[in-house]
């Protein structure tokens, strides 16, 4: 019986890790929450500038490709706990 319930723990856990591992759980990276944001506020699609720059800002873009908003990052993190 105790190894019955070690086995079931033992791919608890795995599918655990694996879900963390691919980000089911965890944190969000900055472009989800830029995404999540735009589409939240019924924008077509968001972008960030690559990550190598110093710049964090959200970019949401309308249906015709021109950015219609600009945010920083952390104002996409504050607006999200609401």
Known sequence: ?????????????L????QWRVGNIG??????LCSEYCWGRGFASSGMP???SSETTCSCF???GSE???V?????VAARGK
Do not use: F, R
């Open 1 to 13: 019986m105790l190894a019955v319930a070690g086995a079931t723990a033992l791919l608890v856990l």
């Open 15 to 18: 599918a655990a890790l694996y």
């Open 27 to 32: 944190n969000k990276s900055d472009s989800e």
């Open 50 to 52: 690559p990550a190598n």
């Open 62 to 64: 309308d249906e015709q």
């Open 68 to 70: 219609a908003v600009k």
């Open 72 to 76: 920083p990052i952390l104002g996409v």
